[in-house]
């Protein structure tokens, strides 16, 4: 068994914007595990796989292009980086910006992002910056604030660095089933990781490493679709914080993925995005953070409305770790069941038969 060191060190180095020059900062990322889902292939009659994105060192699949962003703004001498994040970007920002001895200012709407990301900023050592407004006023102040300073920005944001890293999990699929998926499924917040995904594929298929492409299946939260409705949304409203994105930076990207693939970039809501995060972590033992079951929830209506045909090889990225969000899951439903000391009471409690 070969060793894993992370992208910039792996058979994909080629594939990425790195030269010799470049430092590898690296927290060994990719190399994700991609696993067959028991439960949602019943359900659909299809052969679906979970690419868990959450595996990553941070926790979500933002450390396949920040392990290139920083790498790179460490070759160019920079000091600091700045990102605007609805939380995971931030923590791999801060992450990867300690682990090259760099500053890390990121950017956060107020009160909108989960606890395990913003405790992950903190202890990385960033300075985080809570902002009165959404995520969207948050990249527009760290795009003036790149321009203004010198301070190196890292959100996906035309930012080919990042971008680049992240089209490596397309790589991996292939890779991993021999050739590329009929459906690809993924949450759509920014829409940088829809165009990355879709464009490592065709990278891959240009190179004949591929026989063929995926249709590309794009999911956004019903209360922030702009991408659905084909206009900004000012006020974005969903309870899966990672993707509460009102005007997508990537917007021209993901709409390309979409029109390009033969996909859709359609809506799911809070109630089904929630219905799917809790029957990964119950029927497949997967425990994703809430916006990342926007890709099962979507397959599944899919599904329901005929759209999906039997038999089809899909992925779908699971793109953040459930411990980010651990309220999302004691919030509902839990009620703690307490007992003594004694055997005998909690037997009790368990319904144990005496
Ligand atoms: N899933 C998770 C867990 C995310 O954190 C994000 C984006 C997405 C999906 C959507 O990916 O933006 O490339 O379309 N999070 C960004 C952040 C916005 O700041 O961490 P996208």
């Keep these: 068994m070969s060793t894993w060191h992370g992208l910039i060190d792996s058979d994909y180095r080629r594939w990425l914007p790195v030269t010799d020059d470049t430092p590898a900062v690296s927290?060994?990322?990719?190399?994700?595990?991609?696993?067959?889902?028991?439960?949602?292939?019943?359900?659909?009659?299809?052969?679906?796989?979970?690419?868990?994105?959450?595996?990553?060192?941070?926790?979500?699949?933002?450390?396949?292009?920040?392990?290139?962003?920083?790498?790179?703004?460490?070759?160019?001498?920079?000091?600091?980086?700045?990102?605007?994040?609805?939380g995971n970007t931030s923590a791999s920002a801060a992450a990867y910006a300690a682990r090259a001895g760099l500053g890390a200012a990121v950017l956060i709407p107020r009160g909108a992002v989960a606890l395990g990301k913003l405790a992950q900023a903190v202890r990385y050592g960033a300075d985080v910056v809570e902002v009165a407004g959404t995520f969207d006023d948050c990249l527009r102040i760290a795009r003036e604030l790149a321009a203004q300073h010198p301070v190196a920005?890292?959100?996906?944001?035309?930012?080919?660095?990042?971008?680049?890293?992240?089209?490596?999990?397309?790589?991996?699929?292939?890779?991993?089933?021999?050739?590329?998926?009929?459906?690809?499924?993924?949450?759509?917040?920014?829409?940088?990781?829809?165009?990355?995904?879709?464009?490592?594929?065709?990278?891959?298929?240009?190179?004949?490493?591929?026989?063929?492409?995926?249709?590309?299946?794009?999911?956004?939260?019903?209360?922030?679709?702009?991408?659905?409705?084909?206009?900004?949304?000012?006020?974005?409203?969903?309870?899966?914080?990672?993707?509460?994105?009102?005007?997508?930076?990537?917007?021209?990207?993901?709409?390309?993925?979409?029109?390009?693939?033969?996909?859709?970039?359609?809506?799911?809501?809070?109630?089904?995005?929630?219905?799917?995060?809790?029957?990964?972590?119950?029927?497949?033992?997967?425990?994703?953070?809430?916006?990342?079951?926007?890709?099962?929830?979507?397959?599944?209506?899919q599904h329901a409305r005929g759209g999906l045909a039997p038999g089809a090889r899909v992925v779908i990225t699971l793109s953040g770790n459930g411990l980010k969000d651990p309220a999302a899951s004691l919030s509902d439903g839990y009620t703690p069941t307490e007992t003594s000391a004694a055997t005998a009471d909690v037997a009790r409690a368990l319904h144990l038969a005496a």
């Design 27 to 86: 927290l060994h990322e990719g190399n994700t595990p991609l696993i067959h889902s028991g439960h949602l292939s019943a359900l659909t009659g299809c052969d679906v796989r979970l690419k868990v994105e959450g595996a990553n060192p941070t926790g979500s699949f933002k450390d396949r292009g920040m392990t290139v962003a920083v790498s790179r703004a460490a070759q160019a001498g920079v000091e600091v980086v700045v990102c605007a994040s609805t």
């Design 153 to 301: 920005l890292v959100n996906s944001v035309r930012n080919e660095l990042r971008l680049a890293g992240q089209r490596t999990v397309a790589y991996e699929v292939v890779d991993a089933l021999g050739d590329a998926p009929d459906v690809h499924c993924l949450p759509v917040g920014n829409g940088g990781n829809i165009t990355a995904t879709w464009d490592g594929y065709r990278a891959y298929a240009a190179e004949g490493l591929a026989t063929r492409l995926p249709r590309m299946w794009g999911f956004q939260a019903a209360g922030a679709a702009p991408l659905v409705h084909g206009v900004p949304v000012a006020e974005p409203q969903t309870a899966a914080t990672a993707i509460r994105v009102g005007n997508p930076a990537t917007w021209e990207g993901a709409v390309a993925a979409r029109d390009d693939s033969g996909g859709l970039i359609d809506a799911v809501t809070d109630e089904q995005i929630f219905d799917a995060y809790r029957a990964l972590a119950r029927h497949d033992g997967v425990y994703v953070e809430p916006a990342s079951a926007a890709g099962v929830a979507g397959l599944l209506q």
